[in-house]
């Protein structure tokens, strides 16, 4: 791979980064982040998702053992936005949108991560996923169902409580659209771009993470987040509804192994966001998407520095320093002991 300042093209949303590989070790006198040394216990009677308490706006969180999902009561979209169109000169462009915002708590535990939970708990959350999908999928003016969760105060969580949170719109969000047309182009190669680019990274190897038998973690070749990876099932799925038994139970795995190296990573629990990206629910149908998760964590190089995007990648393209290879590598060597 080049040791020189190169660019890479983003395959699945058509956009090019700058990798800078000879940048590792410049010195850092900015900001470092705080390491909250999490200490929490299993119930919170101050927290909004643990079981039995009240919510902020006095709805009652009950009793559950599992996974469990409510209505946001602060979601940012709604159900019965009205349908509005400005369009002055084609300047001032704006649309009504609907949508409906959900919560899911992965656990009753305050105290736990993905990574601490019991595979058979993390499969009940592909499960809940699985049927969220398909609930919100019937509604017809739902296009698109985003599930995703930010984890860790540094990208913006709310509470520590284990949790995540779906959105289903009414209109197909940017990066679902970029991703759509670029997988849609791809077909006149003659086959799906992920199943393709997945086989031609497992023969490479240089940034395959993990991989059991239904699913491979990789740093994608064209990372733009220091320690970002992509989660992709071996066989051509648009969502999750069709994945059987054992690819539900090789998702979980894989996504507790992936959180456990990453808390280990730096020795602190690892924030990210992390979403799954499944087939518009549009009612049109979709042989091109190839459903995967996306994990986008900040950390760069140490528990308390974090990556910015800013100056040249706010105004240009994004930038990274460390390679993806050498991000796969360091992920590969860190141990998955909880
Ligand atoms: P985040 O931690 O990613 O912010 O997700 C938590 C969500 O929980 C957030 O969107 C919602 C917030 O609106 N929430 C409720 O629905 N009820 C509450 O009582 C507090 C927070
Ligand atoms: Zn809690």
């Given at each position: 791979?080049?040791?020189?300042?190169?660019?890479?093209?983003n395959r699945l949303t058509g956009?090019?980064?700058?990798?800078?590989?000879?940048?590792?070790?410049?010195?850092?006198?900015?900001?470092?982040?705080?390491?909250?040394?999490?200490?929490?216990?299993?119930?919170?009677?101050?927290?909004?998702?643990?079981?039995?308490n009240e919510r902020a706006r006095?709805?009652?969180?009950?009793?559950?053992?599992?996974?469990?999902?409510?209505?946001?009561?602060?979601?940012?979209?709604?159900?019965?936005?009205?349908?509005?169109?400005?369009?002055?000169?084609?300047?001032?462009?704006?649309?009504?949108?609907?949508?409906?915002?959900?919560?899911?708590?992965?656990?009753?535990?305050?105290?736990?991560?993905?990574?601490?939970?019991?595979?058979?708990?993390?499969?009940?959350?592909?499960?809940?996923?699985?049927?969220?999908?398909?609930?919100?999928?019937?509604?017809?003016?739902?296009?698109?169902?985003?599930?995703?969760?930010?984890?860790?105060?540094?990208?913006?969580?709310?509470?520590?409580?284990?949790?995540?949170?779906?959105?289903?719109?009414?209109?197909?969000?940017?990066?679902?659209?970029?991703?759509?047309?670029?997988?849609?182009?791809?077909?006149?190669?003659?086959?799906?771009?992920?199943?393709?680019?997945?086989?031609?990274?497992?023969?490479?190897?240089?940034?395959?993470?993990?991989?059991?038998?239904?699913?491979?973690?990789?740093?994608?070749?064209?990372?733009?987040?220091?320690?970002?990876?992509?989660?992709?099932?071996?066989?051509?799925?648009?969502?999750?509804?069709?994945?059987?038994s054992a690819q539900r139970d090789?998702?979980?795995?894989?996504?507790?192994?992936?959180?456990?190296?990453?808390?280990?990573?730096?020795?602190?629990?690892?924030?990210?966001?992390?979403?799954?990206?499944?087939?518009?629910?549009?009612?049109?149908?979709?042989?091109?998407?190839?459903?995967?998760?996306?994990?986008?964590?900040?950390?760069?190089?140490?528990?308390?520095?974090?990556?910015?995007?800013?100056?040249?990648?706010?105004?240009?393209?994004?930038?990274?320093?460390?390679?993806?290879?050498?991000?796969?590598?360091?992920?590969?060597?860190?141990?998955?002991?909880?």
């Amino acid at each position: 791979m080049f040791t020189s300042p190169h660019r890479r093209l983003n395959r699945l949303t058509g956009e090019w980064l700058l990798v800078s590989p000879h940048r590792t070790e410049r010195p850092w006198q900015g900001q470092v982040e705080d390491v909250a040394i999490e200490q929490r216990p299993p119930y919170d009677p101050d927290c909004y998702l643990c079981p039995g308490n009240e919510r902020a706006r006095g709805a009652h969180t009950p009793s559950y053992a599992a996974a469990y999902v409510f209505d946001n009561d602060f979601g940012a979209l709604l159900p019965d936005s009205p349908t509005e169109r400005l369009d002055h000169k084609g300047l001032l462009v704006a649309e009504g949108e609907r949508g409906i915002c959900r919560v899911v708590c992965y656990s009753p535990h305050h105290d736990l991560t993905l990574g601490q939970m019991p595979p058979a708990a993390i499969r009940h959350v592909v499960d809940t996923w699985s049927e969220q999908y398909t609930d919100l999928a019937t509604i017809d003016w739902v296009r698109n169902v985003l599930i995703f969760e930010n984890r860790g105060a540094m990208m913006g969580a709310s509470n520590p409580h284990p949790h995540g949170q779906i959105w289903a719109n009414e209109l197909i969000p940017n990066e679902v659209v970029k991703e759509l047309d670029q997988q849609r182009s791809y077909t006149a190669h003659g086959g799906c771009l992920l199943c393709d680019y997945l086989e031609a990274e497992i023969q490479d190897g240089r940034r395959v993470v993990i991989e059991n038998d239904h699913f491979v973690v990789l740093v994608p070749f064209w990372a733009v987040w220091p320690f970002e990876t992509l989660v992709l099932p071996r066989a051509h799925h648009g969502a999750l509804p069709t994945l059987d038994s054992a690819q539900r139970d090789s998702l979980a795995d894989i996504l507790c192994r992936l959180a456990r190296r990453y808390d280990n990573l730096f020795g602190v629990s690892f924030p990210y966001s992390m979403g799954l990206h499944q087939q518009p629910t549009d009612g049109v149908a979709y042989p091109e998407w190839h459903l995967h998760a996306h994990f986008y964590p900040p950390l760069l190089r140490s528990a308390t520095v974090r990556k910015f995007m800013v100056g040249y990648e706010l105004l240009g393209q994004p930038q990274r320093d460390i390679t993806p290879e050498s991000a796969a590598q360091r992920l590969r060597d860190v141990s998955e002991r909880s």
